[in-house]
């Protein structure tokens, strides 16, 4: 999955594409280089990070959505915690839908996901963008990470989602300490046991930077490899990366060290 963020403000490449043109020229070079999906966002989920009003999210995202259905063969997400925005962005040519919030944020997300049959992502998060860096406690963060997505995972289904549309997401670096993060890795396999897709996003991440001497997101791609090698080693089955190419052939040697591709 290829990031395709068209903000000014996303932590790692914020503003970089926020012109539509621009934005659907990166993903279709994403998608030449091997992603099989583009991930387009139109708010930073950056920690701090202020909301966005849905008419500009809206405005940001519907010209880059249809530029890539129309242009690229990979798959649409739409990361989004609105189901305004997400049910346009369907109608706009969007194949899945990306909600950080897991259905928390707006309360007729599931519906458009049920309406619609899109795939839906849930992901882990406590608070918002905003605030989630402000209590990072946790007793057994693998645990209480399972148990939410378990709770959201009921609430989507209650909703009228069927369970074959639905894929987890952990939530690297939402919400969370860097130990947290790192044992939410070593750990993937107890999500893995609910039985549904894994989304990993660790790319460029605060957490990898602190282990790498402080480096700067765009100087993290290596530290981003390694995190990739082990999400694959440990069962993700999506990995949401920036640097597509070079993840490529991390997912790739990972895969044939794991024995699931053949040689």
């Given at each position: 999955?290829?990031?395709?963020?068209?903000?000014?403000?996303?932590?790692?490449?914020?503003?970089?594409?926020?012109?539509?043109?621009?934005?659907?020229?990166?993903?279709?070079?994403?998608?030449?280089?091997?992603?099989?999906?583009?991930?387009?966002?139109?708010?930073?989920?950056?920690?701090?990070?202020?909301?966005?009003?849905?008419?500009?999210?809206?405005?940001?995202?519907?010209?880059?959505?249809?530029?890539?259905?129309?242009?690229?063969?990979?798959?649409i997400s739409?990361?989004?915690?609105?189901?305004?925005?997400?049910?346009?962005?369907?109608?706009?040519?969007?194949?899945?839908?990306?909600?950080?919030?897991?259905?928390?944020?707006?309360?007729?997300?599931?519906?458009?996901?049920?309406?619609?049959?899109?795939?839906?992502?849930?992901?882990?998060?406590?608070?918002?963008?905003?605030?989630?860096?402000?209590?990072?406690?946790?007793?057994?963060?693998?645990?209480?990470?399972?148990?939410?997505?378990?709770?959201?995972?009921?609430?989507?289904?209650?909703?009228?989602?069927?369970?074959?549309?639905?894929?987890?997401?952990?939530?690297?670096?939402?919400?969370?300490?860097?130990?947290?993060?790192?044992?939410?890795?070593?750990?993937?396999?107890?999500?893995?046991?609910?039985?549904?897709?894994?989304?990993?996003?660790?790319?460029?991440?605060?957490?990898?930077?602190?282990?790498?001497?402080?480096?700067?997101?765009?100087?993290?791609?290596?530290?981003?490899?390694?995190?990739?090698?082990?999400?694959?080693?440990?069962?993700?089955?999506?990995?949401?990366?920036?640097?597509?190419?070079?993840?490529?052939?991390?997912?790739?040697v990972a895969?044939?060290?794991?024995?699931?591709?053949?040689?």
């Amino acid at each position: 999955m290829g990031v395709v963020n068209v903000t000014p403000d996303s932590f790692s490449d914020g503003g970089l594409f926020i012109e539509a043109t621009r934005a659907i020229a990166h993903g279709e070079a994403m998608a030449a280089r091997g992603a099989s999906i583009l991930d387009v966002g139109g708010e930073s989920t950056r920690p701090g990070a202020a909301p966005v009003g849905a008419q500009e999210e809206l405005d940001r995202v519907i010209p880059v959505v249809e530029g890539l259905a129309r242009r690229t063969d990979a798959l649409i997400s739409i990361d989004t915690t609105k189901a305004s925005v997400a049910r346009a962005a369907v109608d706009a040519g969007a194949h899945i839908i990306n909600d950080v919030s897991a259905l928390g944020f707006d309360p007729d997300m599931a519906g458009v996901a049920a309406d619609t049959g899109a795939p839906l992502i849930l992901m882990h998060i406590r608070g918002t963008p905003e605030t989630m860096q402000r209590d990072v406690r946790y007793d057994d963060v693998v645990a209480e990470v399972i148990d939410f997505l378990e709770a959201r995972v009921q609430r989507a289904l209650d909703a009228g989602v069927s369970r074959e549309q639905l894929a987890l997401d952990p939530g690297f670096g939402f919400g969370k300490e860097v130990a947290h993060n790192f044992r939410l890795v070593r750990e993937l396999h107890r999500l893995a046991e609910l039985g549904l897709p894994i989304l990993f996003g660790p790319s460029r991440k605060s957490s990898l930077g602190a282990v790498v001497g402080g480096k700067p997101p765009e100087e993290r791609v290596w530290a981003t490899a390694a995190a990739v090698a082990c999400g694959v080693f440990a069962g993700a089955h999506i990995l949401r990366v920036h640097d597509v190419a070079e993840m490529i052939d991390v997912v790739a040697v990972a895969q044939a060290v794991c024995g699931e591709i053949d040689l």
